[in-house]
């Protein structure tokens, strides 16, 4: 319940940002600088002494420019329930943030931003967008964390939320919420080597550096031209010799790729430790930049369990959350929408329990035991996987050379991949709960609160409705680009799940609508906060 | 209204009594998809033409009358035939806790939205609309994907009501 107005605070007025600001900004700004000036550069032309000086010239000016104009023009201030922020230099915008709509309050800290003494905060609502969201860059460390600690003070006294610890609002808040919770996970360097190893973005990586190289074959370098006669390429000798060092370059392509995996994993998620304090999660890591981060678990809308190749085999997952509201790819290591690593790394036996730290219908639910799709799910796998070859082969053979009907021979692997789709295809439903299970490389499970569902859809495609399937999608706000759904189902299954789907959510909304009510009625009291 | 679902959904007879419940669009709208639809002739002819002229060799290769009859022709029976199947394909109800969908002539899909997870309702009317007296019906939800519905076609009073109706029932449930 909203109690009383904070008293008059240092948050009053309207500050600035640190005066560092206009170096970080400039450093900013010259990345977007830097493309334009390179061309303007070399159109002015005259030696590489010239050019160069231009280009520094070019790029140092306008990045200091616009570095210092939003230094003396940015301005923020707390209202006792807003945040405001007025920025611009030629565009004057005028953002009030509703403290009770912020959901994820982070201060980020790169090398350089730790060594001059200097952070970044930024707020974030569920709305997502451009529109609700504030970043202030750069502001003094010890500012930064206490305007986070304020914010997040006052956000509860706004929301009402209630800490079984805490009775009343009162202004010892903004210390409680900076003092420790409960931990939930530590990460040694250890765990964060096998989660690198296991990653299957390793294997993306030795794509990326084989890619990489055929860049390098672009550059003006003379690599030394392998002395083959080329009438000699057609033996069989060469043509195994080819093999071989196509070979041995992606066996080097894959173990640099997980070397690197290992290393950025380890940079990244450095120190790991997750705690639960009253009614947020909070968290740490990363080595080179800091991140803390704290999401109250109220916007929780799912929790991803993750499992690639490798970590299957060894009983190991990763947990994601999703949260209500758009991550931008800025910051801390490319994340896409509303997911955030949750835990990077746990073994598969752990994972309820945390899950049940996060979503508390999860208490003491299993997350195995997942049911089959329909078996029809498995030919229609089987059709989508053979099509492509069958169709290449055959057009292959037809308009190239008949010696491509060799792809055929790929049928067998298609059939397996086939049968591992569908097998890694499940669903559950527990009390509050559904579940949802896809992938092949990176086994997902999706574990939905029924309290949090949005939207749910039926959908069936006309190769779909040939095989008697159809695919149930349930629509959280959860800001990612992916969306939790159960695939080829049977379609009455689909049609029964939808209506039961509903009706339970339907059920659950009732009974926190009315608890709320009876809440607000009575006197305030610490009560379990029904989630 | 009742819950369409005594009858085993999914089977033949279960979407006749389904369909029989539900509403439908404004017939008129497929008048308007019509034209929209005959719109896209000319841009279609003239994408064969551009196509035509960046393959072939001389400006006005043989094949390039058959090739825009064919294409015209396409477009032409899209335009004509594809409104009144998804018409048919339309249908849905505002029940008593949420909104029921049900579209698409290639892709079916059907969808739910309760009352209590809009977070608000516009009209939309472009000038083919307003000329024939029809509004779009826009349904914001904070979903991700199945986020924004849009239920085409109704007649202009009916969409007024419908939106005044559902502003009311919405939920302020808007903590997400």
Same mark, same amino acid.
């Given at each position: ?38 061309? =303007? ?19 140092? &000016? ?26 611009? &230099?030629?565009?004057?915008? +005028? ?42 860059? &750069? ?15 006052? #956000? ?88 071989? =060092? ?66 299957? $085999?060894?009983?190991?997952? =990763? ?20 997911? *955030? =690593? ?20 999860? %208490? ?9 799709? +329909?078996?029809?799910? #498995?030919?229609? $796998? ?40 569908? #097998? ?32 749910? +859809? ?24 992916? &969306? ?19 009706? *339970?959510? %339907? ?25 | ?176």
């Amino acid at each position: 319940m909203p109690s009383e107005a904070p008293t008059a605070g240092p948050y009053d007025a309207r500050r600035k940002l640190h005066p560092a600001t206009v170096l970080f900004a400039a450093l900013d700004a010259a990345r977007a600088f830097f493309v334009p000036a390179l061309l =303007a550069a070399f159109g002015i032309g005259g030696g590489t002494g010239t050019t160069g000086l231009w280009l520094v010239v070019l790029v140092a &000016v306008p990045s200091v420019l616009s570095a210092a104009g939003k230094y003396l023009t940015f301005r923020y201030r707390l209202a006792p329930d807003e945040l405001i922020i007025d920025s611009g &230099v030629i565009a004057r915008r +005028h953002r009030v943030i509703p403290l009770r709509r912020l959901q994820n309050i982070d201060v980020k800290q790169t090398a350089v931003e730790r060594l001059v003494g200097v952070a970044e905060l930024r707020v974030e609502t569920a709305s997502g967008g451009r529109e609700t969201e504030a970043v202030l860059n &750069v502001l003094a460390a010890d500012d930064a964390e206490a305007l986070r600690s304020e914010l997040i003070a006052r #956000r509860h006294r706004l929301t009402g939320a209630r800490d079984a610890d805490v009775d009343a609002a009162s202004p010892a808040d903004a210390e409680r919420y900076a003092a420790p919770g409960v931990p939930l996970v530590r990460l040694a360097p250890r765990d964060l080597v096998i989660a690198g190893a296991t990653a299957n973005e390793a294997g993306l990586l030795a794509a990326g550096l084989a890619s990489l190289l055929e860049l390098v074959g672009e550059l003006p370098i003379q690599l030394p031209e392998p002395d083959v006669d080329p009438s000699a390429l057609t033996t069989g000798r060469a043509l195994m010799l080819a093999a071989a =060092a196509v070979l041995a370059l992606i066996l080097l392509f894959v173990v640099v790729g997980w070397l690197v995996s290992i290393a950025g994993t380890l940079v990244r998620y450095w120190g790991f430790g997750l705690e639960r304090a009253g009614d947020e999660l909070r968290k740490e890591y990363g080595l080179l930049a800091r991140h803390t981060g704290s999401v109250p678990l109220e916007r929780v809308q799912a929790v991803r369990l993750e499992e690639s190749l490798l970590r299957r $085999a060894f009983g190991l997952a =990763a947990l994601k959350i999703e949260t209500a509201g758009l991550r931008l790819g800025r910051g801390a290591g490319g994340r896409r929408g509303g997911a *955030e =690593a949750f835990v990077p790394i746990t073994r598969t036996a752990a994972a309820p329990e945390l899950v049940a730290a996060v979503l508390p219908e999860a %208490r003491g639910v299993r997350l195995a035991g997942l049911e089959r799709v +329909h078996p029809r799910a #498995r030919r229609r $796998a089987a059709v989508r996987y053979s099509l492509p070859i069958l169709l290449g082969a055959a057009g292959l053979a037809a308009l190239v050379d008949p010696g491509w009907l060799l792809l055929l021979g790929l049928l067998p692997l298609a059939w397996l991949l086939a049968e591992a789709h569908y #097998r890694s295809l499940g669903w559950a439903r527990r009390p509050g709960l559904l579940l949802a299970r896809a992938g092949v490389l990176t086994r997902v499970t999706w574990i939905v609160p029924l309290r949090k569902l949005q939207t749910l +859809h039926v959908r069936a495609t006309p190769f779909q409705r040939r095989h008697g399937l159809a695919t149930l999608i349930a629509d959280t706000a959860a800001g990612g680009a992916d &969306v939790a759904r159960v695939i080829d189902l049977d379609r009455a299954v689909a049609a029964r799940l939808l209506r039961e789907l509903n009706d *339970e959510a %339907r059920a659950i909304r009732a009974y926190a609508g009315s608890s709320l009510a009876s809440r607000s009625s009575t006197a305030s009291t610490s009560s379990e906060v029904l989630r | 209204m009742s819950d369409p679902g005594v009858v085993p959904a999914g089977t033949a007879a279960g979407r006749e009594r389904d369909d029989a419940e539900l509403r439908r669009l404004h017939p008129r709208v497929v008048r308007a998809w019509r034209v929209t639809g005959l719109l896209w002739l000319p841009i279609v002819g003239a994408g064969v033409l551009a196509l035509a002229t960046l393959l072939a060799d001389e400006v006005m290769p043989w094949w390039l009358a058959p090739a825009e009859a064919v294409a015209l022709g396409a477009a032409l029976l899209l335009a004509l035939v594809g409104p009144p199947l998804r018409y048919r394909a339309w249908r849905f109800a505002v029940r008593q806790t949420d909104v029921f969908l049900r579209r698409g002539v290639l892709v079916h899909v059907t969808s739910i939205v309760p009352h209590a997870r809009i977070q608000h309702v516009d009209t939309q009317r472009g000038p083919l609309a307003r000329w024939l007296g029809l509004a779009d019906l826009v349904l914001f939800t904070a979903g991700t994907r199945g986020a924004v519905l849009t239920i085409p076609g109704l007649a202009a009073a009916e969409a007024e009501a419908l939106r005044d109706r559902l502003a009311a029932l919405a939920g302020l449930d808007d903590a997400v």
